[in-house]
């Protein structure tokens, strides 16, 4: 698609034209590799926990875990180079676990998964005009 019929499309409110960008992570959007040295981000959003307190959680940190937020031990063989995040919660709360393994304040999110949304963004908008 051209530019100018790009911007006609977007003027006619023709959204019939564009193809919709996948936010959330599929099977297609996972990164296959043997071993990984960067963390895979396991979903886009974060994820709503309930914790206990003073029970025993290991969050994943890789994203190759089946279990998301929480570990499977698919670090040992896909990400040997990483490790869970074991922490032990003070009370009972419901809080947002990161799945997009971005993160600063691990295993809380910090709101970095917008920034993997709009990466994923410009990549699906730089496709369209390839």
């Known amino acids: 698609m051209q530019a100018a019929s790009f911007i006609a499309a977007v003027r006619r409110g023709c959204t019939q034209t564009f193809r919709r960008p ?44 089946k279990k998301q937020p929480f570990c499977d031990g698919a670090h040992r063989t896909n990400a040997p180079s990483f490790s869970p995040l074991r922490f032990i919660p003070d009370r009972d709360r419901t809080v947002m676990l990161c799945a997009c ?29 390839k």
């Open 101 to 129: 393994k971005q993160t600063k304040n691990a295993p809380y999110c910090d709101g970095s998964h917008l920034k993997v949304i709009f990466q994923d963004l410009v990549k699906s908008v730089k496709s369209v005009f």
């Open 22 to 65: 996948q936010l959330l992570a599929s099977s297609s959007m996972v990164q296959c590799c043997l071993q990984s040295t960067q963390p895979v981000p396991a979903a886009r959003l974060p994820c709503r926990v309930r914790l206990s307190a003073g029970k025993r959680y290991a969050w994943c940190s890789c994203g190759h875990s």
